[in-house]
């Protein structure tokens, strides 16, 4: 079985999401409880109307609202850095500490290849080893 998108207690995600039960791609994520993703009161999860597990706080699972199983929605599109280089660091903060684990590897390939784009001046492994301490 593959490994789940979230391991470990120290991230964020609740202890229920599917995120730490699935791996990427196996689950969606929307943007808050409603009727279309049911409690499914016997195992304490939710689940679309179709039976695809659901994760319902995107901010704490660190993806965006989008139905990655159903629709093979990517985990990442792109990376967008700010305009100016003043801000490159603490944007890099945030981006990488909000990264769900199964998306970290991928995200820091995203932002190395458009720090060296943007901003030809700035050392990409520098950049991002400033955003992990």
Do not use: Q, W
Not at 26 to 41: A, M
Not at 68 to 86: F, Q, R, S, W
Not at 102 to 108: R, T
């Amino acid at each position: 079985m593959a490994e789940a998108f979230i391991t470990g207690d120290s991230h964020r995600a609740c202890g229920i999401c599917p995120s730490r039960r699935f791996p990427s791609g196996n689950f969606e994520v929307v943007e808050r409880p409603s009727r279309e993703c049911p409690f499914n009161p016997e195992d304490g999860h939710r689940y679309t109307l179709r039976g695809v597990p659901v994760c319902v706080h995107p901010e704490e699972v660190g993806l965006s609202p989008a139905p990655y199983k159903t629709n093979g929605v990517a985990l990442l599109e792109d990376v967008t850095l700010p305009h100016d280089v003043a801000v490159l660091d603490d944007y890099l903060r945030e981006l990488v500490h909000g990264a769900a684990p199964g998306a970290l590897e991928l995200l820091i390939d995203l932002a190395d290849r458009e720090i060296r784009h943007t901003f030809p001046e700035v050392d990409p492994t520098l950049a991002l080893r400033r955003a992990f301490n």
